[in-house]
C-alpha cells in the first residue's frame, strides 16, 4: 500500500512494530472492559451471564498483549495471531448473544433461563443473590438514540479491533 507524499509521489507505508499493535491490543481491550464496568458502576447496568463471558476474551487479549510486549521477538507475531483469535471468539460469543437478544435462539447458558422455584418461599428468598440478574434475552442499549445494544456493540468492535491488527501486521515496510 502507498500513500502520496506533499508532491503526490506514492510512499510506502510504514509497517506497525508488532509490540506496537500488541501492546495497542491490549489498550483496546482494557478499554472495552473499562466501559463495561463503568456501566455496572455510574450507569446502574446490571450484566446478564452471557455477558460475564464476553469478557474472558478480552482478560486474555490483555494478558497475551502484555506478554508480547515483553516475549522474544520471534513470539511476538504469534501471539498477536492468538490475539485475533481471541478477539474473534469475543465476536462469536457476542453474536449467539444478539441472536438471544432476537430471540433467534435460546440461550447455551442455564443461567439464562427462569429459575426453577422449589422449596418454601423463605428458602427461595435465602438463596437469591444480593444483586439480581438479568435475563440475557433482555438487551441492553448503552446510547439510547442508537439502536445497537451492548452485545452488538461488542461483536462490532472486536471484530473491528481484529481487522485492524491484522491490517496492522499485512502492511509490508518498503516496497518489494
Not at 422455584?117 to 428458602?123: K, L, V
Not at 438487551?139 to 481484529?162: C, D, E, G, K, R
Request: hydrophobic fraction near 55%; aromatic fraction near 6%; proline fraction near 11%.
Amino acid at each position: 500500500m502507498h500513500t502520496p507524499d506533499r508532491q503526490g509521489t506514492p510512499q510506502p507505508m510504514q509497517r506497525f512494530p508488532p509490540r506496537t499493535l500488541a501492546i495497542l491490543a491490549a489498550l483496546a481491550a482494557a478499554a472495552a472492559l473499562g466501559i463495561a464496568y463503568a456501566s455496572e458502576i455510574w450507569g446502574e447496568l446490571v450484566p446478564c451471564a452471557l455477558c460475564l463471558v464476553e469478557r474472558w476474551p478480552y482478560r486474555i487479549v490483555i494478558a497475551l498483549g502484555l506478554l508480547a510486549a515483553i516475549a522474544p521477538s520471534r513470539l511476538v507475531v504469534p501471539l498477536l495471531v492468538l490475539i485475533i483469535v481471541a478477539l474473534l471468539a469475543d465476536a462469536a460469543v457476542a453474536d449467539v448473544h444478539v441472536g438471544v437478544e432476537f430471540q433467534w435462539w435460546p440461550s447455551p447458558l442455564p443461567e439464562c433461563a427462569a429459575p426453577h422455584i422449589t422449596g418454601s418461599i423463605a428458602e427461595r428468598l435465602a438463596s437469591m443473590p444480593a444483586r439480581p440478574s438479568k435475563p440475557c434475552d433482555e438487551p441492553t442499549f448503552l446510547i439510547p438514540f442508537l439502536p445497537l445494544s451492548m452485545a452488538a456493540m461488542n461483536m462490532l468492535f472486536a471484530l473491528a479491533v481484529a481487522a485492524a491488527l491484522a491490517l496492522g501486521m499485512s502492511i509490508r515496510k518498503g516496497a518489494r
